[in-house]
């Protein structure tokens, strides 16, 4: 996911826990929820907005899946 690491200027590993580790807060999962949105061309359902969904780039990638495939 490039676009984390174009927000955050890190190299991102699919298993960082990047909430809970602190490398995102909730500031920054709002403003890469619109740069996916954005990106995607999808509206993410505001109960996937949480740690629990955004706390990896594995599950970043599962609810981008899950919302291209709902559109």
């Known amino acids: 996911m490039e676009l984390l690491n174009q927000v955050k200027g890190k190299n991102f590993d699919k298993q960082d826990n990047l909430m809970t580790d602190g490398y995102i807060d909730s500031l ?10 954005e990106e995607y061309k999808i509206k993410v359902p505001i109960e996937k907005i949480d740690m629990y ?4 780039l594995q599950s970043i990638k ?3 899946m899950e919302c291209v495939q709902n559109d």
């Open 28 to 37: 920054d999962l709002v403003e890469y929820v619109k740069l996916i949105e």
């Open 53 to 56: 969904h955004f706390n990896s």
């Open 62 to 64: 599962r609810v981008v």
